[in-house]
């Protein structure tokens, strides 16, 4: 059973910053290709980042939207996938998901199959 849970949601001002976390459990899903979707009001749920681990390294892919602004990182030892948010901007409000690869091919955010809850994230002065 996939376990994705995430935590450190909240309010902000424009141009704030919030980290959210994602602690994974389970199985079901692969543990090399992790990453965050949202959904923003409006929208349709999307990829926003995705980190790859299955080479040894670590090879991240974000979203234009986000680019220079998120950051996503992973701690396998810990099983936590944390995202990193700066200079965050009122469109960035929405629903945000810990999510992940199931089956094999390309990692990639637009590619996950699988997420968990969501932890609200609000921008707004």
């Known amino acids: 059973q996939v376990q994705l849970v995430p935590s450190g949601g909240g309010s902000v001002q424009p141009g704030g910053s919030l980290r959210l976390s994602c602690e994974y459990s389970g199985d079901g899903y692969r543990r090399d290709c992790l990453g965050w979707v949202r959904q923003t009001p409006g929208k349709e749920r999307e990829g926003i980042a995705a980190?790859?681990?299955?080479?040894?390294?670590?090879?991240?892919y974000y979203d234009d939207s986000v680019m220079g602004r998120f950051t996503i990182s992973q701690d396998a030892a810990k099983n936590m996938v944390y995202l990193e948010m700066n200079n965050l901007k009122p469109e960035d409000t929405g629903e945000y998901y810990c999510a992940a690869k199931k089956t094999s091919g390309y990692c990639h955010y637009k590619n996950f199959e699988v997420w968990g809850q969501g932890t609200q994230v609000t921008v707004s002065s």
């Open positions: 980190i790859f681990t299955g080479h040894g390294g670590a090879s991240k």
